[in-house]
């Protein structure tokens, strides 16, 4: 048998811990002779719990099986030493010995090559936080950064689908590409086949044909609850930072924080009103020390300054960058190094049919306001007073246009077109 079938073998089992499984190995002399021994030797030796689980696969009939199952299903796998496992999982302890996955293979190939940043908040974000998490992805999106999340409702949906819409303009400003990817990471804490939350099935699809979904837990896995903290160590693993937006007191996304300080990870919060219980978690953050952020310079800016091996991807000089996607040939497949970034002087601007195509998505509301916004710089209270809007629903309309890439804050709450 292969050692590729040893080690998808090693992956039918995640409920045995990687240092649990280690110990099994080092007694019978590694996974292959753990595979090949008889039952009556494992049965004196293994807890009944550890035995049944190493027996569902372990013939080679069935993991052989098991991989022509996976075949059929589009699923690849990964593991330490092959060319798709994430560099920076090598690096944290409890390593997944195996990653199912599902969509695009080339956005793990490019994740070892970029900056990453994990995002996680509230299941029940407000607009509010929908807005910052927009505005701050779309914005190290474009500076090539990875986003990695966990396909939940909230926050996570919001980071992902926020890359994905900016890998869209891309393609459409650059017609003659269609085959290429979105730097975006789905972390499942269930079976990879499993969509879960069922309300994210058009997020899933998104991601199978631009971005990436791994699981360390085989196909068929039903969503535990136990499974999503354990989960939460690849999402921060892969990062090299996590931003959290909006977590109560007790939120899950503060596992996340605290596993990425334990791997000497970054931690990002967003702050938000001292009343709002929803954003208690990220105060608290802020409070024990992690870095406030109100902007995506924050982020960059720190990347930038201590993350020596991705200097070259910030240049701290230029307020304007042009990204460019550079195309190479591997296995006939045309692939997008998205987020290589080339510093070139340019202005950015939109032109007159990128800003009348931008408009047949916006609400009559954004129409108003854009209608006030134009090349030289106009503030915020003179936004306020031209469209009668509340401060509150201003800004939640500015947010949203500049998450998106329409608008740009210049300086002192003054905005202007991209």
């Known amino acids: 048998m292969t050692d590729e079938l040893y080690h998808l073998w090693t992956g039918t089992f995640p409920e045995i811990s990687g240092k649990s499984f280690s110990m099994i190995c080092d007694y019978f002399g590694g996974a292959e002779a753990v595979f090949n021994e008889s039952d009556e030797k494992l049965q004196d030796v293994l807890k009944p719990a550890h035995f049944r689980q190493l027996n569902i696969y372990r013939r080679e009939n069935l993991i052989r099986g098991f991989a022509e199952e996976l075949k059929r299903k589009e699923i690849a796998f990964t593991y330490p030493g092959h060319e798709l496992y994430p560099e920076r999982l ?55 950064v990875a986003i990695i999340s966990g396909m939940a409702a909230g926050i996570d949906g919001v980071a992902h689908s926020t890359v994905l819409d900016h890998h869209d303009k891309v393609i459409n400003a650059l017609s003659e590409v269609s085959d290429s990817v979105a730097l975006t990471v789905g972390v499942l804490g269930c079976g990879i086949d499993k969509i879960y939350p069922a309300e994210n099935r058009k997020l899933f699809n998104r991601m199978y044909e631009q971005g990436v979904v791994i699981s360390e837990y085989p196909p068929g896995t039903e969503p535990v609850r136990h499974h999503f ?156 007073a031209k469209t009668g809007f509340a401060t509150g629903k201003l800004l939640d309309i500015v947010y949203g246009l500049e998450g998106r890439g329409i608008i740009m804050n210049v300086s002192g709450g003054y905005y202007t077109l991209v």
């Open 90 to 144: 090598l690096n944290i302890p409890d390593r997944p010995r195996l990653l199912f996955i599902m969509g695009q293979h080339t956005v793990l190939e490019e994740l070892n090559a970029h900056p990453s940043l994990a995002v996680v908040g509230s299941r029940m974000a407000t607009n509010y936080g929908i807005s910052m998490c927009r505005r701050i992805v779309s914005h190290v999106a474009k500076e090539g």
């Open 229 to 384: 903290p354990l989960r939460n160590r690849i999402i921060s693993g892969l990062s090299d930072g996590v931003l959290v937006v909006e977590a109560k007191a007790k939120s899950g996304s503060l596992i996340t924080a605290d596993q990425a300080l334990e791997q000497g990870k970054d931690v990002y919060a967003v702050p938000g009103r001292a009343t709002d219980t929803g954003s208690l978690g990220c105060i608290n953050l802020i409070k024990q020390g992690a870095a406030c952020v109100t902007g995506a310079e924050d982020i960059i800016e720190n990347m930038a300054g201590e993350n020596k091996l991705f200097i070259g991807f910030f240049d701290k000089e230029k307020t304007e960058i042009k990204k460019e996607i550079a195309i190479t040939a591997k296995n006939n497949k045309v692939q997008n190094l998205n987020g290589i970034i080339k510093k070139v002087g340019v202005t950015g601007k939109k032109t007159d049919n990128e800003i009348k195509a931008f408009r047949e998505d916006l609400t009559e509301d954004e129409k108003l306001l854009l209608s006030f916004i134009k090349q030289e710089p106009v503030h915020m209270e003179e936004l306020c």
